[in-house]
Structures are given as C-alpha cells and as structure tokens.
T-cell receptor
Framework: GAVVSQHPSWVICKSGTSVKIECRSL??????MFWYRQFPKQSLMLMAT?????????EQGVEKDKFLINHASLTLSTLTVTSAHPEDSSFYIC??????????FGQGTRLTVV | EDQVTQSPEALRLQEGESSSLNCSYT??????LFWYRQDPGKGPEFLFT???AGEEKEKERLKATLTKKESFLHITAPKPEDSATYLC???????????FGGGTRLMVKP
C-alpha cells in the first residue's frame, strides 16, 4: 500500500522554541494532506488541510499563526509548531489521500514541550 | 454536522471469543466509511473503505459491513495480536476531510 513517512517520530523541545514536523508521501503524489492532533485515549482531531501550492485551511479553534503549515511540493508537507508551550505537547499525525477512497497516515510524532 | 459514534469504548475478549464493534454515523451524503487500526504510539493503519449500504469487506479475521446508519467490524476468533484501538471515520460527499469516531480499544487476552 501507499506509504506516508512522518519525521521525527518523537521530539522534546524547550518552551518557547519552534519544532518542525515533516510528512512525505513516498510512492505517490498527494495534492492534499491533513494534519491531526491526538490526545491520550482520544480520537484524532483534524487541525488543518494542507493543499499543495496554496494556503492551508485551518479548523475552527486552531491558531494558524502557531501551527504553520507548508505544502511546498506534491510529496512534502510540514507542520511547524511555533513558540511551543507545554500545552502543545501531543501526538501529531499527518495523512495523505491517494484517491477518493484511500487515505494513509504517517507514523505520528510525539511532541513533548518542557 | 457529520457525527461518528463508536461503541463500546473498550472491549476485553478472550482469545477465540468472536465479537463486533459498532460505528454509528450521521452524514450528509456518505462518500466513504473507513476503518483503521491504531497501535499505541503509532499512526492509524488503513483496514477498509466501504462505500454503500450492503457492502462487506474481509481481511483475515476482520469483516466490515455497512448499512445506511452504521457499520460493524466483526472480529472472528481474535488473537492477542489483534489488540489495538479500532477507529471508524466517514467522509461526506461534499467534503474532503474525515470525521473520526472516538475509537474502540480492544484487548484480547490469551
């Protein structure tokens, strides 16, 4: 099946610093990628939809200036958590759609802000 | 607003004890219903997509079915390695995004 690679798988950063998470579609082109956030024992919450070559569409309540999304090519989308604080600690997951019925997920990134 | 409700939240089974997980949904025109498996600390792993009522799909010990209001994930003779959280999601005809249910955490004891 299609492969979505997310990097890093975990990161620890100091409060106030920025962290970049990469999401790559390895064997297909993805015009649209999705970024989710997941708290322990909870389901995935969509943060934003990333469109290649255009601005991301953010869900209500998600700060676009804090969670910067860039989709520079058909195989790469990045999420940058700016000026991270402990409350940003979470599990972040990206997803890419191959076609109408297929959506694949990255391995996830565990962010811990200390 | 699209809604997805999964039940039960958690399910403990003995190895070999078959059961079903439920996913109830309301959506303004269903484009697809997705089932995923998620292991702790990992991203969701795609299992099935169902498109229309009456459709069924199988993979090893798993079988997914779909009606106009709900989907079931049947697990036949589960093994400990089937322990995971199973997520259900729907995509509406008009939208591009998936709406997820809360998941069912399955634990299979040997």
């Amino acid at each position: 099946g299609a492969v979505v690679s997310q990097h890093p798988s975990w990161v620890i950063c100091k409060s106030g610093t920025s962290v970049k998470i990469e999401c790559r579609s390895l064997d297909f082109q993805a015009t649209t990628m999705f970024w989710y956030r997941q708290f322990p024992k909870q389901s995935l919450m969509l943060m934003a939809t990333s469109n290649e070559g255009s601005k991301a569409t953010y869900e209500q309540g998600v700060e676009k200036d804090k969670f910067l999304i860039n989709h520079a090519s058909l195989t790469l989308s990045t999420l940058t958590v700016t000026s991270a604080h402990p409350e940003d600690s979470s599990f972040y997951i990206c997803s890419a759609r191959v076609s109408l019925g297929w959506a694949f997920f990255g391995q996830g990134t565990r962010l811990t802000v200390v | 607003e699209d809604q997805v409700t999964q039940s039960p939240e958690a399910l403990r089974l003995q190895e070999g004890e078959s059961s079903s997980l439920n996913c109830s949904y309301t959506v303004s025109g269903l484009r697809g219903l997705f089932w995923y498996r998620q292991d702790p600390g990992k991203g969701p792993e795609f299992l099935f997509t169902l498109y229309s009522a009456g459709e069924e799909k199988e993979k090893e010990r798993l079988k997914a079915t779909l009606t106009k209001k709900e989907s079931f994930l049947h697990i036949t003779a589960p093994k400990p390695e089937d322990s995971a959280t199973y997520l259900c999601a729907v995509q509406a005809e008009a939208g591009n995004m998936l709406t997820f249910g809360g998941g069912t955490r399955l634990m299979v004891k040997p």
